[in-house]
Structures are given as structure tokens and as C-alpha cells.
Nanobody, 124 residues
Framework: QVQLVESGGGLVQAGGSLKLSCAAS????????MGWFRQAPGKEREFVAC????????YYTDSVKGRFTISRDNAKNTIYLQMNSLEPEDTAVYYC?????????????????WGQGTQVTVSS
């Protein structure tokens, strides 16, 4: 069973930056495609970004392109989400997720392992 632990959330003003981290407890981290999802109050969980296993190809939802960057450090079993130019609409609980079944996916059902989430609040 893989455990994922997010960190780095917090309160930031609009236009500011945050960097989220997600550490995984597995010796085969390189074989996992990893993703970030978020869920705002009263809304469904939505895809933010993912980074593939093997080649580290990245994908983003349109609303964060050019502002967010997903990356991974396989030596540290960790992925990151650098969030710049934050907007109040980015306020949500952010979850990391992992899967060995896919190369990439924007669907939450494709991911088998989930962290507990970290709150990001952007004030206007």
C-alpha cells in the first residue's frame, strides 16, 4: 500500500505563490504516474496536472497553464506543484494521486492512491 503525504498549503494573497509537495512511500516511485487534483467547497474534485512515469511528460488543465508547474524528483520519491499568480478561484483542497495503471490521465478514477489533501486559500 502506497502512502502519499502532501504539504505546503496555506493562505496567500492573490498574485502570490505556493509550492506543494507530495512524498510517496514506495521503492518503485518511478513507475507511478502522479497527479494533482483539487476540490473547492461545493464542487466536484477536478484535475489540475499530472506527470507521467518514465518520461515525465506533463499535462495541465487549461485554467492553470502558464501559472502552475508540476515536477518530480524520483530520487526523493516526491512530486511538486509550483503555483504562481494565484487567484481566489484556485482556493481548494489539493490532493496528490498516483497510479501504475496509466501513462497519463485527467480522470480521478484512473488513480489508485490518494493523499489526505492540503488546503490552499487565496485571498483577494
Amino acid at each position: 500500500q502506497v502512502q502519499l503525504v502532501e504539504s505546503g498549503g496555506g493562505l496567500v494573497q492573490a498574485g502570490g505563490s505556493l509550492k506543494l509537495s507530495c512524498a510517496a512511500s514506495t521503492r518503485t516511485f518511478g513507475s507511478y504516474t502522479m497527479g494533482w487534483f483539487r476540490q473547492a467547497p461545493g464542487k466536484e474534485r477536478e484535475f489540475v496536472a499530472c506527470i507521467s512515469r518514465t518520461f515525465g511528460t506533463t499535462y495541465y488543465t487549461d485554467s492553470v497553464k502558464g501559472r502552475f508547474t508540476i515536477s518530480r524528483d524520483n530520487a526523493k520519491n516526491t512530486i511538486y506543484l509550483q503555483m504562481n499568480s494565484l487567484e481566489p478561484e484556485d482556493t481548494a483542497v489539493y490532493y496528490c494521486a498516483g497510479s501504475t495503471r496509466i501513462y497519463w490521465s485527467t480522470s480521478s478514477t484512473s488513480y489508485d492512491y490518494w493523499g489526505q489533501g492540503t488546503q490552499v486559500t487565496v485571498s483577494s
